[in-house]
């Protein structure tokens, strides 16, 4: 079975600061993605980005980079130059296959950011 | 703009009236999810439709039912709400076969009293 590990229940950074959100991760399954998403306290889910466990350049999204260490099974995410609207929940996730078609998401138990002035 | 929709944001029910919360998604995409999620916790996978084919999780109460007329919408019914069915309902579609990201809508909070 897959699983998600998110460490960090809490975070505090500084506006304009770089902080990084770390994930690991276990699996069996030699192709999977990795996804990070963002939920502010209205509670929308927003994706953020993704690796694939193929790619070999860690993924960026703008200021977001994923630090994606394979042999360490960890996926960790960055943001650079912290905005107070980053404040919120941040879920690291993982992608299984489902025997019925389509894929399920297996997610970690979330960080929660709060950026301070 | 392509984007999920969930509609109502806010529910209201009293115990055991049944409820029926809907979503609609203008990507195309082949996969619905229903996810439920309760406070400070991850969300939890009810079900999902690839195409028209209904996938239930093991572990979804038989209370929880859904329904996919086309491609574009999906509902979730909630058949005899109890207390402990008060949470945030996400609805989410993929396309199948690329990175399968799931594109959430904005929720719907279910209140039961």
């Known amino acids: 079975a897959q699983k998600i590990t998110q460490t960090q229940p809490g975070m505090f950074v500084q506006e304009k600061e770089a902080v990084t959100l770390d994930c690991t991760y276990d699996t069996s399954d030699p192709s999977y993605g990795l996804f990070w998403y963002k939920q502010p306290s209205s509670g929308e889910m927003i994706f953020l980005i993704y690796?694939?466990?193929?790619?070999?350049q860690n993924a960026t999204e703008g200021r977001y980079s994923l630090n994606f260490q394979k042999a360490r099974k960890s996926a960790n995410l960055v943001i650079s130059a912290s905005q107070l609207g980053d404040s919120a929940m941040y879920f690291c996730?993982?992608?299984?296959?489902?025997?019925?078609?389509?894929?399920?998401?297996?997610f970690g138990t979330g960080t929660q950011l709060k950026v301070e002035l | 703009d392509a984007m999920v929709i969930q509609n109502p944001r806010y529910q209201v029910t009293q115990f055991g009236k049944p409820v029926t919360l809907s979503c609609s998604q203008t990507l195309n995409h082949n996969v619905m999810y229903w996810y439920q999620q309760k406070s400070s916790q991850a969300p939890k996978l009810l079900f999902h439709?690839?195409?028209?084919?209904?996938?239930n999780e093991a572990d979804t109460p038989d209370n929880f039912q859904s329904r996919r007329p086309n491609t574009s919408f999906c509902f979730l019914d909630i058949r005899s709400p109890g207390l402990g069915d008060a949470a945030m309902y996400l609805c989410a579609s993929a396309l199948a076969g690329t990175t399968d990201t799931q594109y959430f809508g904005p929720g719907t909070r279910l209140t039961v009293l």
């Open positions: 439709y690839y195409d028209k084919d209904f996938n």
């Open positions: 690796q694939g466990s193929y790619d070999q």
């Open positions: 996730a993982m992608r299984e296959s489902q025997t019925g078609g389509g894929n399920k998401l297996t």
